[in-house]
């Protein structure tokens, strides 16, 4: 992640703020745009937008997706560089919304670039009442100034192979499974018979980092210093004994052979992750036919289930942000308000996609329901996240969170393949995230 003094300079910051005001005028006077530019990373946003607003929008706009991927942080340089752009962009060629993750939300949170939810857009304390109060701390910026909403919450757990849990453990009934899985010290337990029977109990090396970071008790960074949490020291330590007793297929997160372990043939007990990453992005890795249907028999899909595991926590999330410039204020409110408020649509997103979303008494209601998530073979999840929902907290979250996790997971995973000692491997971590942050030290 680029430092954000290189996004928002002094010149750019007052340049911004002038403008701003213009905007805002023409805004009022009901000068609203014909094209709506969103920016994002993937397809996430637009598929839940497509479903589920663009029906409402009028005949005469136009909504152009600007989509660049994540990878080698493409996408905030090319946010980064349509910002600094904005006050020179025509109107139909300013970012009206763009999309921001938790890991690095302060950095544009803390920035002169945002509209604000409730004084520019317009929505209440009340249309934001049913919100989990996590999601708006995250998007709370130093001066207590809401500046983005999200239609998601994101409490995580333990998604695990069904069949695999029957030939470890003898069931896979969730309520057994979790009683297994209570704790660490269980999950250790686990891990040692799954590996006994010839089963990885994770994939690789970074499937519990989320687990432990989320359950940090103090920040990255503490007054300019890099800080490692007794947590992040605890993931290294449980990690490199996985690797070394074989309890993980040493596999990186999101690499090709994390989710070979979830195929059909494939020897994983369990990954960590919230909703989201449930149905976005493991259940179509254990498709044997991606184009086939989605049913129990293609690939490993059905043969799921879900518990809490051994320690609550939350990942990610992905929150609707609108920039100054903007040229369609109340479009965007509506689409705030539809797309995060609304009760109704929340139930929809919830049932038909199976995202935790963030409404309290929607998820309620889907959790007394009858449905069913086919890819966790019919179990209703929903419950096991209420509680977590509630108590997440971020408020140890700082602007350093995306490049603390990148580079520590990146030097230890040369730690855990032998490759170095665990001394060079703390030297390589503290010299590349300086690299990245100058202004920090050890």
Request: hydrophobic share 40%; aromatic share 12%.
């Amino acid at each position: 992640m680029k430092k954000l003094v290189s996004v928002i300079s002094a010149v750019a910051m007052v340049a911004l703020c002038t403008t701003s005001s213009m905007f805002a005028a023409r805004a009022k006077k009901g000068a609203e745009g014909k094209v709506l530019n969103i920016v994002c990373w993937n397809e996430e946003f637009q598929s839940r937008f497509n479903k589920y607003y663009a029906s409402k929008l009028p005949a005469d706009v136009k909504v152009n997706w600007l989509i660049t991927p994540n990878q080698g942080n493409a996408y905030q340089n090319k946010l980064d560089e349509l910002l600094l752009n904005q006050e020179n962009a025509a109107p139909n060629e300013r970012v009206d919304l763009f999309l921001v993750e938790a890991d690095y939300a302060l950095k544009y949170v803390n920035s002169d670039y945002l509209l604000t939810i409730k004084k520019d857009i317009g929505l209440t304390d009340k249309n934001l009442a049913n919100q989990y109060q996590y999601t708006k701390d995250v998007m709370t910026d130093s001066k207590g100034v809401l500046k983005g909403v999200t239609w998601q919450a994101c409490p995580g757990g333990f998604v695990y192979r069904r069949s695999i849990a029957k030939a470890v453990l003898g069931t896979d009934d969730p309520a057994e499974v979790q009683k297994a899985l209570s704790d660490w010290n269980k999950f250790d337990d686990v891990a040692a018979k799954a590996k006994a029977k010839g089963y990885f109990m994770l994939s690789g090396f970074d499937d519990a980092y989320r687990v432990f970071s989320d359950n940090v008790t103090s920040p990255c960074v503490v007054k300019g210093k890099i800080n490692v949490d007794p947590q992040i020291k605890r993931w290294i330590d449980q990690t490199k004994t996985y690797s070394d007793k074989g309890y993980n297929n040493k596999a990186n997160l999101w690499s090709n052979e994390s989710f070979k372990g979830a195929a059909k043939d494939g020897k994983v007990f369990g990954y960590f992750g919230p909703a989201w990453f449930i149905d976005f992005c493991l259940a179509p890795a254990t498709l044997d036919n991606p184009e086939g249907p989605k049913t129990l028999g293609n690939g490993s899909y059905g043969d799921w289930a879900f518990c809490m595991g051994p320690q609550g926590f939350s990942w990610g999330g992905t929150w609707i942000c609108a920039a100054k410039g903007s040229d369609n204020v109340a479009l965007i409110k509506d689409i705030m308000y539809t797309m995060t408020c609304d009760k109704e649509t929340m139930v929809k997103i919830a049932m038909e996609d199976s995202d935790f979303v963030n409404n309290e008494p929607a998820m309620k209601e889907v959790a007394a329901s009858d449905y069913q998530n086919p890819f966790l073979g019919g179990q209703n999840h929903i419950a096991l996240f209420l509680d977590s929902a509630k108590s997440i907290s971020k408020s140890n979250m700082t602007a350093y969170d995306q490049g603390f996790a990148e580079k520590i997971q990146a030097a230890m995973a040369d730690y855990y393949n032998g490759l170095v000692s665990e001394d060079q491997a703390w030297t390589n971590f503290y010299t590349s995230l300086k690299e990245t942050y100058p202004n920090l030290q050890k």
